[in-house]
């Protein structure tokens, strides 16, 4: 059975909207937004490992890969990892409805 990510949504349509968004706003849209690194503000560090992750990824999904290694280096490990998710919730869905609607074939 598929793990829910919470207790009415499943993963696979929180990584599909996730991977739409990032794939929609345009990386420079969220360059120029506020600081909410809850890690620099609590703990007064310079910078934390995941500090640009998210305009790394939007620029990861437009296609700009320097610009994305630029934001934050996590992105090569990031970025195929939340697709690898989504495709193997997906194949777990599939494979779900087949078993599903012809159950002879295991």
């Given amino acids: 059975m598929m793990h829910l990510f919470s207790n009415s ?10 991977l739409i968004a990032f794939s929609a706003i345009p990386p420079e849209a ?7 690194c809850l890690w620099r503000h609590l703990f007064h560090v310079s910078a934390c490992p995941a500090c640009g ?22 992105v090569v490990v990031t970025a195929p990892s939340l697709i690898a998710l989504l495709g193997l ?6 494979k779900r409805y087949l078993l599903k609607f012809n159950p002879a074939s295991d």
């Fill in 53 to 74: 992750t998210t305009r790394a990824l939007a620029a990861f999904f437009h296609g700009q890969f320097l610009a994305a290694m630029a934001f934050n280096r996590n």
């Fill in 30 to 36: 969220l360059a120029g937004g506020p600081d909410l």
């Fill in 89 to 94: 919730d997906i194949l777990r869905l599939a």
């Fill in 9 to 18: 949504m499943p993963r696979w349509a929180v990584l599909i909207f996730a």
